[in-house]
């Protein structure tokens, strides 16, 4: 494997803590996974409150970032300190580079530079892919036992994402969640996608029958939000942090 500077690439961290809503986006160490809000507090509490000002979210070189709008109006997809907000518009995917508006929970970190790994070809189930990523890690001395970002670039097999569009002021609740996603399905489309992994962290950034939280970025950038599920064949490569506390 050998290090990359990925100046435009996607996502970045080592590990981190919860930090106070209304702080103005502490500033961990380069590296370091750091969120703003819990997903639980959205999905189960029904609370689709703005908690993260994105206008604090520019001029942050290296920041990685992803999570939902406020009231679950679209996505946040932040890519080397570049926004890309998704929303569903008029029966198609739109997308906005301006840090305006606000997020209900983000998960964040800023890192330059990683290593390149070629992915196992073959690989179709999440469970597959969260379990090769995890290995990678390791094997790259990445501390496996907090959170840790990872980068994959390259052309995807398929990617199912999708975009939150809640159009009422209903009671929101799990039931409700899966209602709002509308579906996309992109087909050998060359993507970035932003990840964050962890098995500690289940309700707070990612869902409970995942260990990872993705969101993926055309090439294009005409289409952004959360990755529900990615087959990447064999032309996708996996990017993972400098260690800064290799075991080795």
């Avoid at 590296?31 to 994105?54: A, C, F, M, N, S």
């Avoid at 899966?178 to 992109?186: D, H, R, Y």
């Avoid at 990612?206 to 970025?217: E, G, Q």
């Avoid at 064999?234 to 260690?243: I, T």
């Amino acid at each position: 494997m050998k290090a990359v500077e990925l100046l435009s690439l996607l996502v970045p961290a080592v590990a981190g803590g919860p930090v106070a809503a209304d702080d103005a986006l502490p500033k961990g160490e380069p590296g370091e996974v750091r969120w703003l809000g819990e997903q639980r507090k959205v999905v189960r509490d029904g609370d689709l409150t703005g908690r993260v000002d994105l206008t604090a979210l520019a001029k942050r070189p290296h920041l990685y970032a992803a999570g939902p709008l406020e009231g679950l109006k679209g996505e946040v997809t932040v890519w080397d300190g570049k926004a890309s907000l998704a929303r569903w518009e008029a029966g198609k995917v739109v997308t906005t580079e301006e840090f305006k508006g606000k997020a209900c929970f983000l998960v964040y970190a800023q890192v330059p530079t990683w290593t390149e790994s070629k992915l196992p070809a073959g690989l179709h189930k999440p469970d597959d892919l969260e379990a090769d990523i995890f290995l990678e890690a390791w094997k790259a001395g990445v501390p496996t036992n907090r959170p840790f970002p990872f980068l994959l670039r390259g052309t995807a097999q398929k990617v199912k994402l999708h975009i939150l569009n809640k159009t009422d002021n209903a009671p929101h609740n799990p039931e409700e969640h899966a209602k709002v996603k509308v579906p996309v399905v992109l087909e050998g489309r060359e993507v970035d996608v932003i990840g964050f992994y962890s098995k500690e962290h289940a309700g707070v950034f990612t869902h409970h029958d995942s260990y990872a939280h993705m969101h993926a970025l055309t090439a294009d950038g005409k289409v952004s939000g959360h990755v529900d599920q990615l087959s990447p064949g064999g032309e996708m490569r996996l990017y993972l942090p400098v260690a800064a506390d290799p075991r080795r």
